[in-house]
């Protein structure tokens, strides 16, 4: 099992910066890939970025050139830097694990509002 924490969601107003954490219970050097999500009030979840277990990451075009995901295995630990926030990035923002095909796990989520 695989609890999963988010942080760092908050308000800022659009141009702003944020920076999301995802705290993991364990190592999470072994996990196939760790992500980041976002939704929206009645819109679908939204991947919008993905590292590997190997490093390979890719991007949503939605935030590609403004988000950055890293992971730190010594902390137990996967980032998300929000740069150049705008009103429309505004969600509930998830992490997920997936340790191996078609297992996932998600944390509860964290609030960020971008204002006008």
């Known amino acids: 099992q695989v609890q999963l924490v988010e942080s760092g969601g908050g308000l800022v107003q659009a141009g702003g910066s944020l920076r999301l954490s995802c705290a993991a219970s364990g190592s999470i050097v072994n996990i196939n890939t760790m992500a980041w999500y976002r939704q929206a009030p009645g819109k679908q979840r939204e991947l919008l970025a993905v590292i590997s277990r190997s490093g390979t990451i890719n991007y949503a075009n939605s935030v590609k050139g403004r988000f950055t995901i890293s992971r730190d295995n010594a902390k137990n630990t996967v980032y998300l830097q929000m740069n150049s926030l705008k009103p429309e990035d505004t969600a509930v923002y998830y992490c997920?694990?997936?340790?191996?095909?078609?297992?996932?796990?998600w944390g509860q989520g964290t609030q960020v509002t971008v204002s006008s």
């Open positions: 997920n694990a997936s340790p191996y095909y078609h297992a996932d796990y």
